[in-house]
C-alpha cells in the first residue's frame, strides 16, 4: 500500500531520506528488485527524485523502522556522470534542478578548464542552466586574479554567468541570494573548492565540516560524503534549497554520442551551422566552419580541446553502456 508520495532530500548510499508532501521525513531503503528496471546507474534514486513509498509490514517488533521506496516518477532532468571505476555505469549527481552552481578555484586547488568544459556539456544536455562562481578570490595573487579575469570573460563570452566569490571571507556571497531564490540548485565541484564552507554561508545553521586542501599536491579532501538537500526557504510556492554533493576529481561524460556532442558546446554548435558538411566533426573537413573560427580566435583552442577530448571518450568505446 502506499504510504506517501515525496522527494529525496538525502541519500547516504544505503539509505534514503523522503520529504513526503505532507512534510514529514522518512527514513526508507530501495528494494532489491529495483535495481533490476533497466537503470544503469551506481545509484538508481538519487537526491531530487520524486518517489512514492509503502510502509514495509511491522509483524516483527524488533524489526528496523523504515518504508521501502517502489516507484521513480519521471524526472525533469538530471546532471549525470560516468562513474570513475565502474565506467559501464553513471552515476547521478541530482535529479529535478532548476540550475546548478558549479565551484571552481583558479588555484588551491586548481579547476582544469576541461572539468568545467565537460560539467558545462553534461548540463547542457538535460537543459540545466548553470552559474560559474569563482571561489577563494581572497587567496589569488596579481597574476591569478588576471587569469581569473581571462577566464570569467571567456565563459561570460560563451553565454555563462560567472560570479567571483570569496566564501572564507563573505565578499560576493551576497549576489548569490538572488540566484538562489526560489529553486532547487545543485551544488558541485572538485574537492576542495570550498563547497562546505560555502553552503555555511548561504544556510543558517549548516555548520558542514571543513577541511584544508593538501599542502603536497594542491587538492582538495572530501568532507562531504553524501548527498542532501540543505532548504534555505520552504515557504509554499517558494521552496528554495541547495543540493550539496560530493567533492569529484573527475567529469566522464555518460551516453553521449560523437554527433550529439557539437550541441552542448554554445559557440562551436553556433559556428556549426555554415559548414559545408551536415555530418562535419569539425577535426578535418574542408569548409569546416568551427575549424575556421578556431584559427580566427573566435572558439577557444581550450574549449576545443575539451570537444576533441569527448569526441576521443566515444572514439575509445568505453562508455557506450546505455543509461
Avoid at 528496471?37 to 512514492?52: L, M, Y
Avoid at 546548478?100 to 547542457?124: G, H, K, M, Q, W
Wanted: aromatic share 10%; hydrophobic share 35%; with cysteine.
Amino acid at each position: 500500500m502506499i504510504l506517501a508520495k515525496g522527494v529525496v532530500i538525502k541519500n547516504t548510499g544505503y539509505w534514503y531520506t523522503v520529504l513526503t508532501d505532507e512534510g514529514e521525513t522518512v527514513d526508507c531503503k530501495v528494494k532489491g528488485n529495483f535495481r533490476l528496471k533497466g537503470i544503469r546507474s551506481t545509484n538508481p534514486v538519487a537526491v531530487g527524485d520524486r518517489v512514492e513509498i509503502e510502509a514495509q509490514p511491522t509483524n516483527n517488533p524488533g524489526a528496523e523502522n523504515f518504508s521501502w521506496i517502489t516507484k521513480l516518477e519521471d524526472r525533469r532532468n538530471y546532471i549525470i556522470r560516468r562513474s570513475i571505476n565502474l565506467s559501464k555505469q553513471s552515476h547521478i549527481l541530482a535529479a529535478n534542478v532548476d540550475q546548478a552552481f558549479l565551484v571552481v578555484t583558479i588555484n588551491y586547488p586548481e579547476t582544469s578548464l576541461t572539468f568545467i568544459d565537460r560539467f558545462l556539456a553534461s548540463a547542457e544536455a538535460y537543459n540545466v542552466p548553470v552559474v560559474l562562481v569563482f571561489n577563494k578570490t581572497d587567496l589569488l595573487g596579481e597574476d591569478e586574479l588576471r587569469l581569473q579575469e581571462g577566464v570569467i570573460r571567456l565563459y561570460e563570452t560563451i553565454g555563462y554567468q560567472c560570479v567571483a566569490i570569496s566564501a572564507e571571507t563573505g565578499e560576493g556571497v551576497d549576489k548569490l541570494f538572488p540566484l538562489l531564490e526560489g529553486k532547487i540548485t545543485l551544488l558541485s565541484g572538485n574537492s576542495g573548492v570550498g563547497k562546505s564552507t560555502l553552503i555555511n554561508r548561504l544556510v543558517p545553521g549548516a555548520n558542514l565540516r571543513t577541511s584544508d586542501i593538501s599542502d603536497a599536491h594542491n587538492t582538495g579532501m572530501h568532507t562531504t560524503t553524501f548527498s542532501e538537500m540543505l532548504f534555505l526557504s520552504k515557504e509554499v510556492g517558494n521552496i528554495s534549497a541547495i543540493i550539496d554533493t560530493p567533492g569529484i576529481k573527475g567529469f566522464g561524460t555518460f551516453d553521449m554520442e560523437p554527433e550529439e556532442i557539437t550541441s552542448y558546446f554554445k559557440e562551436i554548435f553556433r559556428f556549426s551551422k555554415d559548414c559545408r558538411f551536415n555530418n562535419c566533426t569539425h577535426t578535418h573537413e574542408p569548409g569546416c566552419a568551427v575549424l575556421e573560427a578556431i584559427e580566427n580566435h573566435y572558439i577557444s583552442q581550450s574549449r576545443y580541446q575539451s570537444y576533441l577530448s569527448m569526441l576521443n571518450d566515444k572514439e575509445e568505446g568505453k562508455y557506450r553502456a546505455p543509461f
